[in-house]
T-cell receptor, first 111, second 114 residues
Framework: AAGVIQSPRHLIKEKRETATLKCYPI?????VYWYQQGPGQDPQFLIS???????DKGSIPDRFSAQQFSDYHSELNMSSLELGDSALYFC??????????FGQGTRLTVV | AQSVTQPDIHITVSEGASLELRCNYS??????LFWYVQSPGQGLQLLLK??????LVQGIKGFEAEFKRSQSSFNLRKPSVHWSDAAEYFC????????????FGGGTRVLVKP
């Protein structure tokens, strides 16, 4: 069965650089969520989209932005990267039900 | 705001022994409840979920969980653990009023002794 695809799987950036993370949800899933998981931490909700519109916003820094495109894929853009942004970034999708299916994550390392 | 507490940070269990992971939540209404498992450096895999109805829910890999409204708990159990069950386990609450975003507990790391 198709799963949530995230790319890249690993990313190394320098401080103050920009990163773009991509998420391809499961087909026919209309909701996408982004979570950030710091080392040894639980995942924290960043932002979500339903039918290409932002539906909720969590603890997402102003340096980050995201959108969902017409094909339902989503991108998380991160600018002016800081060392503290190093984390595992998860995308999850759902078909309008409470169940969310997670991708394998993108490990971002800021050096 | 809802919150999720997993009181045990680490649990060590012998292979073949039973396992129970505790989860307590704080939420104003009947929550959506989930258990996810995460192997090191990997994504989150859904083990099971509770939305309504029968309070004992069965999941994958032989796991089950019981929703107890009076105790605000959703504990995860497995009768006999396998070495491959060593992982981190997260309990989560889905917030109905906010697009079902998840709030996670701090996680419980399970170590399995041979």
């Amino acid at each position: 069965a198709a799963g949530v695809i995230q790319s890249p799987r690993h990313l190394i950036k320098e401080k103050r650089e920009t990163a773009t993370l991509k998420c391809y949800p499961i087909p026919r899933h209309d909701t996408v969520y982004w979570y950030q998981q710091g080392p040894g931490q639980d995942p924290q909700f960043l932002i979500s989209f339903y039918e290409k519109m932002q539906s909720d916003k969590g603890s997402i820094p102003d340096r980050f932005s995201a959108q969902q495109f017409s094909d339902y894929h989503s991108e998380l853009n991160m600018s002016s990267l800081e060392l503290g942004d190093s984390a595992l970034y998860f995308c999850a999708s759902s078909p309008g039900t409470p169940s969310a299916f997670f991708g394998q994550g993108t490990r971002l390392t800021v050096v | 705001a809802q919150s999720v507490t997993q009181p045990d940070i680490h649990i060590t269990v012998s292979e073949g022994a039973s396992l129970e992971l505790r989860c307590n939540y704080s939420y104003g209404a009947t929550p959506y409840l989930f258990w996810y498992v995460q192997s090191p450096g990997q994504g989150l895999q859904l083990l099971l979920k509770y939305f309504s109805g029968d309070t004992l829910v069965q999941g994958i890999k032989g796991f089950e969980a019981e929703f107890k409204r009076s105790q605000s708990s959703f504990n995860l159990r497995k009768p006999s653990v396998h070495w491959s069950d060593a992982a981190e386990y997260f309990c989560a609450v889905g917030e109905r009023a906010a697009g079902n975003k998840l709030t996670f507990g701090g996680g419980t790391r399970v170590l399995v002794k041979p």
